[in-house]
C-alpha cells in the first residue's frame, strides 16, 4: 500500500466528517482508506492540466426568483420529526457554557 | 387471471376497459407482496391502508374522466429514499428509522398524479451507496431468479419487487448504475434518465451532480410511459432542465434502420463474463440484422471513470449527509454530553459501515491541502469524460455494450472487498458523470439460469434513440417471467 493512512490523518478526517470510530472501525478504516487512495491515484496518470474543472455537465447557471413568499406558516410540520423540541424550536444541549 | 403477470400498460388497459377494477388491481399486487416477501423481501414499508383508499379515489377519477393516462390505477412501488407525506421513508438506513415526511417528491407526486398507485417503498442499499442492496439497516433483497443471489444495488428492492411482480412498475434512483445493474441482475429494465429531467425534489440526496430518479418496468413500453409520467421541469431544483419535449412514448416504434450504434471496444476487454459478452454482442447482431449500422469504436479514458466517480461521489455524499445530525429528524443517541458529542454518537449509532466509509473518503479529499490534489482532479477528469462521450455521439446515435460485467453474485461476496465491488460498475458509472441517459434491458440468461442485462446509452437529451433501439431489440424476445413470481 503507498497511501498509509496515520492515526493524526483518520482522528482528523473523523472530526470532519463527525464520526467517532471505535478502535476495530478505526483501523479498518486506516486500511479502506489507504487502499481506496491507492486506486484513486490512479488518476495522476492522466494529464489534466489546461483542463477546467466540470463540476455540471450543462451550462447551467444560478437560478433565481422574486423573492415572493408562497408556503405558510410550516414550523410545525419542520418540526414534526424532531427528536426533542421545546417552545417551537428545536431542542439541543447546551452550547455556550 | 393473474393481473401481476401483466404489463403495466396491459393492466392499465384492462382498468380503463372496466375489465379491472382499480382495487382489484391493487389488492392483487397485496396478495403477491404477502405470498413473495418472505422470499425476497423488496419492501421496507408496505401501505396497504394507504393503498386501498388511493385505489378507491383512482377509480372515482377513472370513472367521471379526471384520469384518463395510461397507467391510472396501476400498482407502483417507491424507492425507500423519495419523500413520501405520511409515509415512512427511511433510505433503508437507521438514521431515519422514524422520518415521516411532511412532503412528498416531485416525481412521486407525479406519478401520483397519473392515477398510479403507491403500494409500499422498496428496500435499498443504505443511502442508495452500494451495489448489492445488502447494505440496508433492513435485512438484504434477494434476486427473484435465484434466492441465493443478490438483486444488485442500489435500487435492489424496486427492481426486484417488479420481477418478483410484486408491483407492476416502480422508480429507482441511479447514482453510478443503481437502476441500471440491479435491473440486468434481474431480468427486467430501468432508465436512468438525462440528468435534470425528473426532479430531484424530495429525492434524499447522495451524489447530488449525479442522482437521477428513473423507471424499473417489465418492458420498454412501460419505462417510457412512466418517465413520461414522472418527469417534469420544477422549479423547487435548481438542476431541473426545461426539455423541449417529454413524449417518450413516441420514440416505442419498430424501427432501427439507419440507426447507428457504436461499441466501445473498451467494454469487452479483461473483467467481462464471456456469457455476458455473447449475449450483449447477440443483441447487437440482431439491432444490426434490423437495419442498424454497428461499429466497433475506441471510447477512451474507461478505466478513469470509477475513481472519478468515487472522489465526487462521496465528496458530495459527506456533504449531503452533514445534514444528519440528531436535531432537526432522524435518529438521536440515548446519551450524549454536549452538542459535539451528539452530533458524532448520532452519526455513529445511526450509518452502517459503508456510508460511514464514503463519508470519510468524501471529507478527506475536500479537506484543505487534498482539495486540488483529489476533488478538483476528479472534476478535470469527469471534463475530459464528457468530451470522450462527445466525439462518439458525434458519430453514433446510441453506444452498445453491456450493464454489468457479470450476472447477479451470491449473497454475501461482495461487501468484502468493497473495491472490487466498486469495478463492477465500470459500465454505467461513466454515464453519470456525463449526465447521459442509459438504459438496460434483459438479453438472455447465463447458464445457472440468472439474467444477462444489455445496456443502451445515448447523448444527452436523446432518451428518444435508447428508447427505439431497445424496443425494437425486445421485439426480437418474449418477456421472461422470474421463478418467484411463476
Known sequence: MENIISDETIEYVGILAKLELSEEERERAKKDMGEMLDYIDKLNELDVSGVAPMSHVFPVSNVFREDVPSDEDGSSMTLANAPLQRNGGFEVPKTII | ?486
Not at chain 2, 423519495?82 to 416531485?106: D, H, Q, R, V
Not at chain 2, 419505462?223 to 416505442?252: G, H, M, P
Not at chain 2, 459503508?354 to 483529489?374: C, N
Open chain 2, 1 to 486: 387471471m393473474d393481473l401481476m403477470s401483466l404489463t403495466a400498460a396491459e393492466l392499465g388497459r384492462k382498468i380503463k376497459a372496466k375489465e379491472v377494477s382499480v382495487t382489484e388491481a391493487v389488492t392483487a399486487a397485496l396478495e403477491a407482496i404477502e405470498k413473495r416477501e418472505g422470499m425476497v423481501h423488496s419492501f421496507v414499508t408496505v401501505d396497504k391502508e394507504g393503498a386501498l383508499l388511493a385505489a378507491k379515489e383512482v377509480q372515482r377519477k377513472i370513472d367521471d374522466g379526471t384520469l384518463r393516462g395510461p397507467l391510472a390505477g396501476v400498482p407502483a412501488a417507491v424507492k425507500d429514499n423519495m419523500c413520501t407525506e405520511g409515509l415512512l421513508t427511511t433510505c433503508s438506513s437507521k438514521i431515519l428509522s422514524n422520518f415521516m415526511p411532511t412532503y412528498t417528491a416531485t416525481a412521486v407526486q407525479n406519478l401520483k398524479e397519473a392515477g398510479m398507485v403507491v403500494i409500499g417503498k422498496t428496500n435499498m442499499d443504505e443511502f442508495a451507496m452500494g451495489s448489492t442492496t445488502e447494505t440496508s439497516a433492513y435485512g438484504v433483497t434477494r434476486n427473484p431468479w435465484n434466492t441465493e443471489h443478490v438483486p444488485g444495488g442500489s435500487s435492489g428492492g424496486s427492481c426486484a419487487a417488479v420481477a418478483a411482480e410484486e408491483c407492476s412498475l416502480a422508480l429507482g434512483s441511479d447514482t453510478g448504475g443503481s437502476i441500471r445493474q440491479p435491473s440486468s441482475f434481474c431480468g427486467v429494465t430501468g432508465l436512468k434518465p438525462t440528468y435534470g429531467t425528473v426532479s430531484r425534489y424530495g429525492l434524499i440526496a447522495y451524489g447530488s451532480s449525479l442522482d437521477q430518479i428513473g423507471p424499473v418496468a417489465k418492458d420498454v413500453t412501460d419505462c417510457a410511459a412512466l418517465l413520461e409520467a414522472v418527469a417534469s421541469y420544477d422549479n423547487k431544483d435548481s438542476t431541473s432542465i426545461w426539455r423541449e419535449s417529454y413524449q417518450f412514448t413516441e420514440a416505442l416504434v419498430d424501427d432501427v434502420k439507419g440507426l447507428k450504434i457504436g461499441i466501445p471496444r473498451d467494454y469487452f476487454g479483461e473483467g467481462l463474463d464471456t456469457e455476458v459478452k455473447e449475449a450483449v454482442l447477440a443483441a447487437a447482431k440482431a439491432l444490426e440484422e434490423k437495419g442498424a449500422i454497428v461499429e466497433e469504436f475506441d471510447l477512451g479514458l474507461v478505466e478513469y471513470a470509477i475513481p472519478a466517480y468515487y472522489i465526487i461521489a462521496c465528496a458530495e455524499a459527506s456533504s449531503n449527509l452533514a445534514r444528519f445530525d440528531g436535531v432537526k429528524y432522524g435518529y438521536r443517541t440515548k446519551d450524549y454530553e454536549g452538542l459535539h458529542n451528539m452530533y458524532k454518537k448520532s452519526r455513529s449509532e445511526g450509518f452502517g459501515a459503508e456510508v460511514k466509509r464514503r463519508i470519510m473518503l468524501g471529507s478527506f479529499v475536500l479537506s484543505s491541502g487534498y482539495y486540488d490534489a483529489y476533488y478538483l482532479r476528479a472534476l478535470r477528469t469527469k471534463a475530459l469524460i464528457k468530451q470522450e462521450f462527445d466525439k462518439a455521439f458525434a458519430k453514433y446515435d446510441v453506444i452498445l455494450g453491456p450493464a454489468a460485467p457479470t450476472t447477479a453474485p451470491k449473497i454475501g461476496q461482495s461487501l468484502g472487498d468493497p473495491i472490487k465491488m466498486y469495478l463492477g460498475d465500470i459500465y454505467t458509472i461513466s454515464v453519470n458523470l456525463a449526465g447521459l441517459p442509459g438504459i438496460s434491458l434483459p438479453c438472455g440468461t447465463d447458464r445457472a439460469g440468472l439474467p444477462i442485462g444489455l445496456q443502451l446509452i445515448g447523448d444527452c437529451f436523446k432518451e428518444n434513440n435508447i428508447i427505439r433501439a431497445a424496443y425494437a431489440y425486445e421485439r426480437t424476445r418474449t418477456y421472461e417471467h422470474s421463478p418467484v413470481a411463476m
